[in-house]
């Protein structure tokens, strides 16, 4: 397992900037909570009358006076950004950064094989990503408990699962694109997260739309439709996950194969 020790050396870094950020502004939101909770009431009515843009974020069917519906759209919008910037950003590269780095021939002259290159290379992504989730999750409960507040334990839980779903889905379309880059690419990975993000939007506003959710992680990450339902939508969950093992089998597929500089 030394590749996965390197690569979590590699990516200490940028794995430490990410989570204390997402962290940072996840607790914040929740020490506002407090403060703002008595204004919510007024707040809802207003948000529920904005049509299209209400709909867009399910907030015509969340109740901000309530912990979990602020947390579900303030917290939920932070939590996947954040997580899914970052987990793109982790898979997009790991693959390709050794022939951008120039780094490919003194990696390929050990005795190791390609599939167990790659393996470490995505044990190694799986770890920062798993770790970034459980620490985001522990500094929620955590806050929550210090501003006094009952903790939503499933509806939260049921949350944070979700995002990290999308987080693994995301990484192993990311992963599979990796292995057909040559430079490194951090900008598509971020296009990538980008465009699923603002497909949810789009199959949220309109209906003529709403097999989008079929395509995006986030469809299946909408807090008014988790709070409300108490499940995560299996269907979306499962098409995501073969989305994201399809990702990882190209990179398998195309890395063993491919010529390396």
Avoid at 186 to 201: E, Q, R
Wanted: hydrophobic share 50%; with cysteine.
């Amino acid at each position: 397992m030394t590749l996965v020790r390197h690569e979590l050396r590699q990516g200490k870094t940028p794995f430490l900037i990410w989570t204390a950020s997402i962290g940072f502004l996840l607790v914040i939101c929740i020490f506002l909570f407090p403060e703002m909770k008595g204004q919510m009431d007024s707040v809802s009515d207003v948000f529920a009358s904005m049509g299209s843009f209400t709909q867009a974020f399910g907030m015509d069917r969340l109740n901000f006076g309530t912990l979990i519906g602020f947390y579900a759209v303030e917290c939920g919008n932070v939590l996947g950004l954040g997580g899914a910037f970052f987990a793109s950003l982790c898979a997009v590269g790991v693959l390709s950064k050794e022939e951008k780095d120039k780094t490919a021939e003194f990696l390929l002259t050990h005795p190791v094989s390609r599939k167990r290159i790659i393996t470490e290379k995505l044990i190694a992504v799986l770890i920062q990503i798993t770790a970034l989730n459980v620490i985001i999750y522990a500094l929620a409960i955590g806050s929550i408990a210090a501003v006094g507040e009952d903790i939503p334990w499933k509806e939260i839980s049921l949350l944070h699962l979700a995002y990290y779903l999308l987080q693994l889905e995301l990484a192993g379309i990311c992963f599979g694109i990796s292995a057909f880059l040559r430079k490194g690419s951090a900008g598509a990975g971020l296009g990538i997260a980008a465009m699923m993000y603002f497909l949810n939007l789009i199959a949220n506003i309109a209906d003529v739309a709403d097999f989008l959710k079929y395509i995006t992680p986030f469809g299946y990450c909408e807090g008014a439709d988790i709070v409300s339902n108490g499940s995560l939508d299996m269907t979306l969950v499962s098409v995501g996950a073969v989305m994201g093992i399809i990702g990882v089998l190209l990179a398998y597929l195309h890395y063993t194969k491919k010529d390396i500089h």
